[in-house]
């Protein structure tokens, strides 16, 4: 018998809806996003390293009317954890520009140079940014920057001090900017101060922040300076680890004194993995038995994961909270800026 369309069943049509973008996916996309155009704006503007597109990027995004929503609210997460765990990768792969061959080469009279300008800058920086009042962990961590290798040991210290983000993402800021400032001003005055492209070199490699800022600036000295001021720039990035171990040795400290350390599993280690992992891959490097490709493989992706975090962390940036303490992390900036500098250039004319 002939089904009547009473007796016909309409069944639905069922469709596969993939589930929305979640967790850390949005952040780590708008990531990729942001090192896709700090790449771009490298590329058009040579001067401008990508490391530091990338945080200008960063701010940029955090406060166009368009992505701010998107930064603040669903890509949060991911953009926190690129600042956090991709930075910590990141500082692991740096090590293996360093060789301990090429540092020691470099003479003692040269580490203790070294030594001198990190050591001064960094208790000068601190003491100056707790005597100007400014917020949370920012006098260490731009004392930090401005000593070892600008956003890279802003990063790492972070890490082991427990930095709140936006203390991170001020810091990294202001760092930024005086490195980038240091590409414009440090060659105008070479010639001024009678130094020799090996002693400007030297100069930069001791006094620039960042290194993509310090070939960007020693470049214009010529292949000699270039070569000087890396060699120097590396010597102070291997401090990096000794630094992040005393930060954890007086955060755990801190805590005891003031009777509030930290469950047994979430206490700071005296040396964290990354500092660790950082280590090895010195060793690594000077041992030679990496090849000459690998090396540059894992150079192109330390930049990558670095220029990600970086980003990241300038999403972090408020501007009008940097503006209500705008004055005071100027001053300190350029405080800074003038002891390094300073304790530098003498430096350099003593060892040469």
Same mark, same amino acid.
């Given at each position: 018998?002939?089904?009547?369309?009473?007796?016909?069943?309409?069944?639905?049509?069922?469709?596969? #809806?993939?589930?929305?973008?979640?967790?850390?996916?949005?952040?780590?996309?708008? +990531?990729?996003?942001?090192?896709?155009?700090?790449?771009?704006?490298?590329? +058009? #503007?040579?001067?401008?390293?990508?490391?530091?597109?990338? $945080?200008?990027?960063?701010?940029?995004?955090?406060?166009?009317?368009?992505?701010?929503?998107?930064?603040?609210?669903?890509?949060?997460?991911?953009? %926190? *954890?690129?600042?956090?765990?991709?930075?910590?990768?990141?500082?692991?792969?740096?090590?293996?520009?360093? %060789?301990?061959?090429?540092?020691?080469?470099?003479? !003692?009279?040269?580490?203790? *140079?070294?030594?001198?300008?990190?050591?001064?800058?960094?208790?000068?920086?601190? !003491?100056?940014?707790?005597?100007?009042?400014?917020?949370?962990?920012?006098?260490?961590?731009?004392?930090?920057?401005? %000593?070892?290798?600008?956003?890279?040991?802003?990063?790492?210290?972070?890490?082991?001090?427990? %930095?709140?983000?936006?203390? $991170?993402?001020?810091?990294?800021?202001?760092?930024?900017?005086?490195?980038?400032?240091?590409?414009?001003?440090?060659?105008?005055?070479?010639?001024?101060?009678?130094?020799?492209?090996?002693?400007?070199?030297? !100069?930069?490699?001791?006094?620039?922040?960042?290194?993509?800022?310090?070939?960007?600036?020693?470049?214009?000295?010529?292949?000699?300076?270039?070569?000087?001021?890396?060699?120097?720039?590396?010597?102070?990035?291997?401090?990096?680890?000794?630094?992040?171990?005393?930060?954890?040795?007086?955060?755990?400290?801190?805590?005891?004194?003031?009777?509030?350390?930290?469950?047994?599993?979430?206490?700071?280690?005296?040396?964290?993995?990354? $500092?660790?992992?950082?280590?090895?891959?010195?060793?690594?490097?000077?041992?030679?038995?990496?090849?000459?490709?690998? @090396?540059?493989?894992?150079?192109?992706?330390?930049?990558?994961? @670095?220029?990600?975090?970086?980003?990241?962390?300038?999403?972090?940036?408020?501007?009008?909270?940097?503006?209500?303490?705008?004055?005071?992390?100027?001053?300190?900036?350029?405080?800074? !800026? @003038?002891?390094?500098?300073?304790?530098?250039?003498?430096? $350099?004319?003593?060892?040469?």
């Amino acid at each position: 018998m002939a089904l009547t369309l009473r007796d016909r069943r309409v069944r639905p049509v069922r469709t596969r #809806v993939l589930p929305p973008l979640g967790g850390d996916a949005p952040g780590l996309l708008l +990531a990729v996003l942001g090192v896709a155009a700090a790449i771009a704006v490298h590329q +058009a #503007v040579p001067a401008v390293p990508k490391l530091t597109a990338a $945080v200008v990027l960063g701010i940029a995004a955090a406060h166009l009317p368009g992505l701010r929503p998107v930064v603040r609210g669903v890509a949060r997460p991911g953009l %926190s *954890m690129a600042g956090k765990r991709l930075m910590r990768i990141g500082i692991v792969l740096l090590g293996l520009k360093l %060789s301990l061959d090429d540092v020691l080469g470099l003479g !003692w009279a040269t580490v203790a *140079m070294v030594l001198t300008v990190v050591g001064a800058t960094f208790a000068g920086t601190l !003491w100056l940014g707790r005597r100007l009042g400014l917020p949370g962990d920012q006098p260490l961590l731009v004392a930090t920057g401005y %000593s070892i290798c600008g956003a890279s040991a802003i990063g790492a210290v972070s890490q082991a001090a427990g %930095s709140e983000e936006e203390d $991170v993402a001020a810091s990294v800021a202001l760092v930024t900017l005086c490195g980038t400032l240091a590409i414009a001003v440090l060659p105008l005055l070479q010639q001024p101060l009678g130094l020799d492209p090996s002693g400007f070199g030297r !100069w930069v490699g001791a006094s620039v922040h960042d290194v993509g800022q310090v070939v960007a600036t020693a470049q214009t000295g010529g292949a000699g300076a270039l070569r000087e001021a890396v060699l120097v720039k590396l010597m102070r990035v291997v401090l990096l680890a000794p630094l992040v171990a005393g930060v954890a040795v007086a955060v755990r400290r801190s805590h005891r004194r003031a009777g509030t350390a930290p469950t047994a599993g979430k206490r700071p280690p005296l040396l964290p993995l990354f $500092v660790a992992g950082f280590l090895a891959m010195i060793v690594l490097r000077t041992t030679g038995v990496l090849p000459e490709r690998a @090396l540059t493989l894992a150079g192109d992706t330390q930049e990558l994961l @670095l220029a990600a975090a970086l980003f990241g962390l300038g999403s972090a940036v408020h501007l009008p909270t940097m503006v209500r303490t705008g004055g005071r992390i100027a001053l300190l900036g350029l405080g800074s !800026w @003038l002891v390094v500098a300073g304790v530098s250039y003498a430096g $350099v004319l003593i060892t040469t």
